[in-house]
Every structure is written in C-alpha cells, then in structure tokens.
C-alpha cells in the first residue's frame, strides 16, 4: 500500500505526540507500505529527527497551510499516487475526492465557550466534521468520551474505531519514592480557555499550604496559539512559575522530581498529561471532565468538579499534608496507578492504527 499522511498540525502539542510515536513503528509493523508524511516547512527538522532511519517513510516539505483557501484547492493534488491519506486531525478538505481516514482527537472546535472562534469559522468546523462523518472510510477516535461526543453532535460515521494514545514516550524510568520528591506541584496544558487556569490558580492562591510548596506551570513554546496569557494570571500568584517549551528530557525530571501532578481541565479528549503523571509516580488531581475519568479507569486518581474552586482548594490542601506527614499509602497509591497506566502503550496503538488503515484501504 502507498500510504499519504497529513502531519502539517499537531508538532507543538498532543496530535504531534501520536505522529512522533506511532508513524515509525507503523512503518515497522509493515515494511512493504510506502509511507509519504506531509510536513510544514518549520517542522521539517524536528521531522526528520522523529523519522531517522524508517526506510519506507518520505518526508513531503508542504508549503500549504492548514486551515486555508490553498488547503481546499490544491492539497488533493498531492495524494494522485497514493491508496489512501490519512489525516491526523479532523481537518480535511471539503472537495477532498480520494480514500481517507481521520482521527478526531476532541469536538473542542464546535464548543462556544471553551473554543473562541467566529461563527463563520465555527460553522466551517461542523461542516469538515460532517464530510468525516458522511466519507471517511474510517473515523478512528482516541477515547470512547470523543466518539459519544462526535456522534452526539455529528452522527455516526461510515465506520469507527477507538484507539487510545500511549503513555511511554517519556524516560520515566523507576518512580522516585514520595520522601525523594520535591515539594512541588504542576501542571501541564495548553494556553488554552478550557484548561481551567483562572480555577486553578486560586485554588492555589487560596490553600493553606506550607511555604516550601511550590506551582509550576509547564505549556508549549510561543508557536502554539494561545487563548489566554498565563504568565499575565500567574505573575501575582506567589510560589507559582511558568516554564514554556521544555525538551523531553527536562519534561520528564520535571513530573519525576514533582509530587502532585493537577489536572483541572473542564475539557479534554484524552487527557495526556494525566496518563504522563501516572506513569512518572505524581499523586494526580484531576477534574472528572471529559476523557479523563475513562483515562484513569482503575488508578487511584482525586477527582474533583471542574468548577469546585473549594473543592479543589480542600483536595490540595489535604494532599500536601498527606505528603508532608509521610502516609505511607502514597507509595502503595504510586505503584497501583504505575501498573494500571502502564496498559497505554504506543506499541499497542500503533498496532490498531495500522490494522485499521489496512482494512480502509480494502
């Protein structure tokens, strides 16, 4: 099969996640494919170090900018030779003739208050989520909360499937015991509306906490569009810190010297994070809000409503004494929710996607 792949969005965040860790080993499991990968031209670098050495991916430099007037014209040009294209995201051109699959990661563009958007713009969104929906071959959706939501809104799809992300991207390696960590809690979003930051930072503001605690606030670097300026919110809030664009490597020592990973998001499709802060041994404090609750089936996660500032305010006051008074459950906590995150695999969800391309390309 020659296989076409749309990897002009996502590098900054999550969708870059699934690109970087499930393509080469699609690659892998079937060496008899031709892969060509579409790539915007400032992300040419970052892919070609992600692809090193995949014998059947070919990088494609594509000038086309997502989301635009030359998109619709022009970008089918590109897939003539090729059996199918998958799109990584929902987005795809309206007059696009050829076989596609696509993954919907979240239905966040169609939610006023959460995506600030026109109604121009917004409406565009539904009508691409209704091309997907009417001629995808193939809807493949990262959590059953996305595929209950896409057809809530949308309708069912020709054909679906759920296929959760992995979790073991990141060097984690054996978690620290609670007694080794720093005093620190963090977050890691998006500049986004529904990360729920004006909730989070006073709930922080207000817990009473030992002054050794500190907030550390961890999101992408300036190329990902924000919707809210964090480091404006946060600059009054004491003990609090924001870091942009951090490497792996420093993203891991991060969740592995941190004790408390928050999770306040009134919306996500998966919930990524969650499942990192899991896997590196942070106690998790998440709001019960969209994909998450599924995400954390079977660990030991405090759940708290989205918008119960005093909920959140008592939950992290009571964590952080846990931790100071050494409860010795929290270790027990740390290593029942390493085994059960431990099921989100890449290896696995490269497995799925791959099977499920095969049979849309039949």
């Given at each position: ?53 995949t ?16 998109e ?12 199918l ?33 026109s ?10 989520f ?22 809530e ?29 720093k ?26 906490t ?8 961890v ?14 919110m ?13 490497s ?18 009134l ?10 802060g ?12 969209g ?9 030991l ?22 931790i100071?008074?050494?409860e010795?459950?929290i270790?027990q906590?740390?290593?029942?929710n ?15 996607i791959?099977t499920?391309?095969?049979h849309?390309?039949?």
């Amino acid at each position: 099969m020659k296989l076409l792949v749309d990897a002009r969005v996502g590098w900054g965040h999550g969708i870059g996640r699934v690109i970087g860790n499930t393509l080469p080993r699609i690659a892998r499991l079937r060496p008899d494919w031709q892969i060509g990968v579409l790539v915007g031209p400032t992300a040419i670098a970052m892919a070609e170090d992600v692809f090193a050495g995949t014998a059947n991916l070919t990088i494609i430099p594509c000038p086309i900018e997502p989301f635009s007037l030359a998109e619709q014209v022009s970008l089918s040009g590109y897939a003539k030779e090729y059996d199918l294209t998958w799109f990584t995201n929902y987005w795809v051109p309206l007059h696009w003739q050829g076989r596609f699959v696509a993954t919907v990661h979240d239905m966040l563009h169609l939610i006023p208050e959460y995506f600030p958007a026109s109604k121009p713009r917004r409406m565009l969104s539904k009508q691409v989520f209704n091309k997907v929906r009417r001629d995808a071959t193939t809807v493949m959706f990262v959590s059953r909360f996305t595929q209950q939501a896409f057809v809530e809104s949308i309708g069912v799809p020709r054909r679906s499937e759920i296929i959760h992300l992995g979790g073991d991207h990141l060097n984690y390696g054996t978690p620290r015991p609670m007694g080794d960590r720093k005093r620190q809690l963090m977050v890691v979003a998006a500049s986004k509306k529904h990360k729920n930051f004006p909730l989070l930072l006073e709930a922080w503001r207000q817990a009473k906490t030992p002054p050794d605690w500190s907030l550390v606030i961890v999101s992408p670097g300036s190329a990902l569009k924000s919707s809210v300026d964090i480091e404006e919110m946060a600059s009054s809030v004491e003990r609090t810190t924001v870091r942009r664009g951090l490497s792996n490597e420093s993203l891991t020592e991060l969740y592995r010297e941190s004790s408390i990973l928050l999770m306040p998001s009134l919306y996500e499709g998966f919930g990524l994070p969650l499942l990192e802060g899991l896997l590196a041994g942070n106690v998790c404090i998440s709001s019960n809000a969209g994909a998450m609750v599924e995400v954390a089936e079977g660990s030991l996660v405090q759940f708290v409503n989205g918008n119960d500032l005093k909920g959140w305010i008592n939950t992290i006051e009571a964590t952080c004494d846990s931790i100071d008074r050494g409860e010795c459950y929290i270790d027990q906590v740390i290593q029942h929710n390493l085994l059960q995150a431990q099921r989100f695999r890449w290896d696995h969800s490269a497995e799925k996607i791959a099977t499920a391309l095969q049979h849309a390309a039949l």
